[in-house]
C-alpha cells in the first residue's frame, strides 16, 4: 500500500529537548516536505526536499532542521524546541512530472511545554 | 501575506443540498490547483485537482471550476452527505506542481 508514514503520532517534550520526527515514504517519491498545522493559518511549508541531498527552506523555517540521506526518509530536527512549535505537522511526498499530488502522512501532534 | 486565500472558515449545509468552497489565489504563476479534505487525527487527503488550461474539472460528486482572470476557483459538492463533513483546503502550485502553496481552510459541516 502506497503510504507515507510519519513517528511519532504524538508527542510532548519539554523546551529545549532535541527531538526528531521521522518520516518515511514507500511510493519512490523524488520531492518530500514538512508543514506545520495551526489554526487560521492553514498549512504551512518548512522545508522541502527535491531529492537526496538537496534540501531548501520553506516558509518557516526558523527553528528547525532536516536532512534527505535516503530517498524514502525525511526527518525532521528540532534542536532546541521552543513552546511555540507546539503544532500538528504533516510530512508529504510526490513524484516527479508535471500535475502531480501530494501524498500525506497522519501527523505528529507536538506540545512543546 | 497570503497568496491562497479561504475567505470562509466555515460552512454550514444541509444534506442533499449543494456545498460551494470558495479559494482565491494571488499569484499569477500559479499552474495547477488542488482540493485536500482532512478529517480531525488524518493527514490530509487529496480530493480533486484543475490545470489552468481548463475550467471545469468533476469526479462524481465533485467539481471544480476554475476562473483565471478572477483567480478564483471553488469545489461544488453535489449533493452534500454527512461523510464530507471536513476541513478542505484549497492548494496551489507551479507546473511542475511540487511545492505547494495551501489555504488557511473551510471546515464543511453537513447537517442531517
Known amino acids: 500500500e502506497a503510504q507515507v508514514t510519519q513517528n511519532p503520532r504524538y508527542l510532548i517534550t519539554v523546551t529545549g529537548k532535541k527531538l526528531t520526527v521521522t518520516c518515511s515514504q514507500n511510493m519512490n517519491h523524488e520531492y518530500m516536505s514538512w508543514y506545520r498545522q495551526d489554526p487560521g493559518l492553514g498549512l504551512r511549508q518548512i522545508y522541502y526536499s527535491m531529492n537526496v541531498e538537496v534540501t531548501d527552506k520553506g516558509d518557516v523555517p526558523e527553528g528547525y532542521k532536516v536532512s534527505r540521506k535516503e530517498k524514502r526518509n525525511f526527518p525532521l530536527i528540532l534542536e532546541s524546541p521552543s513552546p511555540n512549535q507546539t503544532s500538528l505537522y504533516f510530512c508529504?511526498?510526490?513524484?516527479?512530472?508535471?500535475?502531480?499530488?501530494?501524498?500525506f502522512g497522519q501527523g505528529t501532534r507536538l506540545t512543546v511545554v | 501575506d497570503q497568496q491562497v486565500k479561504q475567505n470562509s472558515p466555515s460552512l454550514s449545509v444541509q444534506e442533499g443540498r449543494i456545498s460551494i468552497l470558495n479559494c482565491d489565489y494571488t499569484n499569477s504563476m500559479f499552474d495547477y490547483f488542488l482540493w485536500y479534505k482532512k478529517y480531525p487525527a488524518e493527514g490530509p487527503t487529496f480530493l480533486i485537482s484543475?490545470?489552468?488550461?481548463?475550467d471545469k474539472n468533476e469526479d462524481g460528486r465533485f467539481t471544480v471550476f476554475l476562473n483565471k482572470s478572477a483567480k478564483h476557483l471553488s469545489l461544488h459538492i453535489v449533493p452534500s452527505q454527512p461523510g464530507d463533513s471536513a476541513v478542505y483546503f484549497c492548494?496551489?502550485?507551479?507546473?511542475?506542481?511540487?511545492?505547494?502553496?495551501f489555504g488557511p481552510g473551510t471546515r464543511l459541516s453537513v447537517l442531517p
Open positions: 508529504a511526498s510526490s513524484g516527479r512530472g508535471v500535475n502531480t499530488e501530494a501524498f
Open positions: 484543475i490545470s489552468s488550461i481548463k
Open positions: 492548494a496551489a502550485s507551479g507546473y511542475y506542481g511540487q511545492n505547494f502553496v
